[in-house]
């Protein structure tokens, strides 16, 4: 599918930060991104991933760790304006009871998916404005929209990034800002695979005997939302694969 992002005021590419841009959906979301007119900013730590991404698609790379709050503020007044921010740094780590829970999985979770976010989020509200025509798409979960057992310390913290985007929307009401949150289903990426410790053969379990989501599909729901006429806000999409119908219940063909 080809989009056009929206023109700006003068005439020059939109600017579309991304984080987590170093792999899986944020990556795939820079793409087609680019593709579709933005210059996109790309941020994450490992910058040796997108420093050839950003030659790839003629956009620019920053080492950013989410949680670093001296950091992300150094990051955003380095960009006067944006059009575009997807915040989409995050992840799971482990999958234990809270009976069990391990603090530092909790504390990694919390920080880079809620603390991350706000963090990124405050410091680019400015260049959003400045913009003229900003949006904000937060990648939560199905996981924020449902709860299952061993994943409370994922679960929560992608039910605080719904809280944070139904904030956002109604706190924004007025100015040029729109807010949209994309909730995906499985999609294979790094995500079990970092979930489970770099355990790559439980990380497969997760999608065997289903045709999971691929980055490049949660993409298109990006680039998709980021291209809708000025006066359009998507508020939220839930996006799964056919054979997954809830974050539990999973149609798989073994
Ligand atoms: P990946 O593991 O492939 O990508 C995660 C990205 O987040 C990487 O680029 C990683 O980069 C970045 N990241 C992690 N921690 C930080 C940090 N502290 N600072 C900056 N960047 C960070 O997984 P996905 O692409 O699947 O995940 C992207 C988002 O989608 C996450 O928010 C995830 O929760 C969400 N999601 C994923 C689903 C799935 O099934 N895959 C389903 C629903 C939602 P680096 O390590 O280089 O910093
Ligand atoms: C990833 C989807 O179901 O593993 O956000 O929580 S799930």
Request: hydrophobic letters at 45%.
């Amino acid at each position: 599918m080809s989009y056009s992002a929206n023109p700006t005021s003068d005439g020059s590419r939109p600017i579309a930060v991304v984080t987590g841009a170093s792999s899986g959906i944020g990556e795939a979301t820079a793409r087609m991104l680019a593709a579709a007119g933005f210059e996109v900013i790309v941020a994450a730590r490992r910058f040796d991933r997108l420093q050839a991404l950003a030659t790839e698609i003629d956009g620019r790379a920053a080492a950013l760790d989410v949680r670093d709050r001296a950091a992300v503020e150094a990051f955003a007044a380095g960009i006067p304006r944006v059009s575009l921010l997807v915040n989409n740094a995050g992840g799971a780590y482990g999958m234990e009871s809270i009976a069990q829970s391990v603090d530092e999985h909790w504390r990694v979770m919390w920080e880079t998916n809620v603390f991350g976010l706000m963090l990124v989020t405050r410091a680019l509200l400015p260049a959003l404005e400045a913009s003229g025509a900003g949006h904000i798409v937060n990648i939560g979960s199905i996981a924020g929209l449902e709860s299952y057992p061993n994943g409370a310390g994922y679960t929560s913290a992608k039910h605080a990034v719904v809280a944070i985007t139904e904030t956002l929307r109604v706190e924004l009401l007025g100015k040029p800002i729109h807010v949209t949150e994309i909730d995906p289903g499985m999609v294979e990426t790094e995500f079990s695979v970092v979930r489970f410790g770099g355990d790559a053969t439980r990380a497969k379990k997760v999608y065997e005997g289903v045709e999971p989501l691929v980055a490049e599909d949660i993409a298109d729901c990006v680039t998709w939302v980021a291209t809708r006429p000025p006066h359009v806000n998507i508020d939220h999409m839930r996006v799964t694969p056919l054979a997954q119908a809830s974050a539990t219940l999973v149609n798989r063909k073994l």
